[in-house]
């Protein structure tokens, strides 16, 4: 079965932030992201692999495995 798309609200919800913080990351920290129309759309997968990364690490702190 294909993942379901998330509206923003939903990956809100999912990673515990404000809808704020989702559009202040798509434009600022590269949040993987698919723009349908007006909408923006997210896979569950990319976005915690993302996280994971460390890209959503405030600016100045260091990411996992960094030195």
């Known amino acids: 079965m294909a993942e379901p798309w998330l509206s923003a609200k939903e990956i809100a919800a999912h990673l515990g932030i404000t809808k704020?913080?989702?559009y202040d990351w798509i434009a600022?920290?590269?949040m993987p992201a698919h723009?349908?129309?007006r909408l923006w759309k997210f896979q569950t997968s990319e976005?915690?692999?993302w996280?994971?990364?460390g890209e959503a690490a405030p600016e100045g702190e260091q990411k996992c495995g960094d030195s």
Do not use: I, L
């Open 35 to 37: 723009r349908v129309g």
């Open 20 to 22: 704020d913080t989702v």
């Open 47 to 49: 976005v915690d692999e």
């Open 51 to 53: 996280v994971r990364s």
């Open 28 to 30: 600022g920290k590269a």
